[in-house]
Nanobody
Framework: QVQLVESGGGLVQAGGSLRLSCAAS????????MGWYRQAPGKQRELVAT???????NVADSVKGRFTISRDNAKNTVYLQMNSLKPEDTAVYYC?????????WGQGTQVTVSS
């Protein structure tokens, strides 16, 4: 199993920045990809960005050019740098880890962007 612990959420004004962190522990060598998803009230959970074990990234069109996903292998941590935040980015952000035949989720961290 893999355990994920997120941090870095909070309240920020529109145009501001936040950096989310997701620290993984457990069977980390079995992880094929990690990513960030978000869920706003009344909406479905949606993909924000992913990064594979090989370093390939994928970023949703809605945040492309504003959000960047990266990782620090030495710290087993994945980051989501969020710049130029908009009120519509307000959501609970979840870290995700995918392994063959399984995936795990973090507990979520709230991001609130005020206008």
């Amino acid at each position: 199993q893999v355990q994920l612990v997120e941090s870095g959420g909070g309240l920020v004004q529109a145009g501001g920045s936040l950096r989310l962190s997701c620290a993984a522990s457990g069977s980390i060598l079995s992880i094929n990809a990690m990513g960030w998803y978000r869920q706003a009230p009344g909406k479905q959970r949606e993909l924000v960005a992913t990064i594979t074990s090989g370093g390939s990234t994928n970023v949703a069109d809605s945040v492309k050019g504003r959000f960047t996903i990266s990782r620090d292998n030495a710290k087993n941590t994945v980051y989501l740098q969020m710049n130029s935040l908009k009120p519509e980015d307000t959501a609970v952000y979840y870290c995700n880890a995918k392994r063959i035949g399984a995936e795990e989720w973090g507990q979520g961290t709230q991001v609130t962007v005020s206008s």
